[in-house]
Nanobody, 124 residues
Framework: EVQLVESGGGLVQAGGSLRLSCAASGFIFDDYAIGWFRQAPGKEREGVSCISSSDGSTYYADSVKGRFTISSDNAKNTVYLQMNNLKPEDTAVYYC?????????????????WGQGTQVTVSS
């Protein structure tokens, strides 16, 4: 059974940091790209960052470049999203997702498996 389990969300003040984790199981981790998405109330789910588990290549949305860092620990089948200098507009439920293949795709429709999400709230 494929599982993606996010953790690390919480409440933080603007300018603070959080590290999200996505623990994957049930599939061959190296064959998949892992993405982080977020969905704020009343808005569509959007791609934040993704990483290719095989070669470590990454993608970032313009809104998070320079503030967020995605990384992968293939020995633990876990992907991390380090979020620094958080802003109130980063408030959302954050989801990790997996799609088969090596290409970096920041679009919701390309992903096969999803986690349950973790809430990130940034206060001003």
């Amino acid at each position: 059974e494929v599982q993606l389990v996010e953790s690390g969300g919480g409440l933080v003040q603007a300018g603070g940091s959080l590290r999200l984790s996505c623990a994957a199981s049930g599939f061959i981790f190296d064959d998949y790209a892992i993405g982080w998405f977020r969905q704020a109330p009343g808005k569509e789910r959007e791609g934040v960052s993704c990483i290719s588990s095989s070669d470590g290549s990454t993608y970032y949305a313009d809104s998070v470049k320079g503030r967020f860092t995605i990384s992968s620990d293939n020995a633990k089948n876990t992907v991390y999203l380090q979020m620094n200098n958080l802003k109130p507009e980063d408030t959302a439920v954050y989801y990790c997702a997996a799609h088969y293949g090596l290409l970096l795709r920041p679009w919701v429709s390309d992903y096969d498996y999803w986690g349950q999400g973790t809430q990130v709230t940034v206060s001003s």
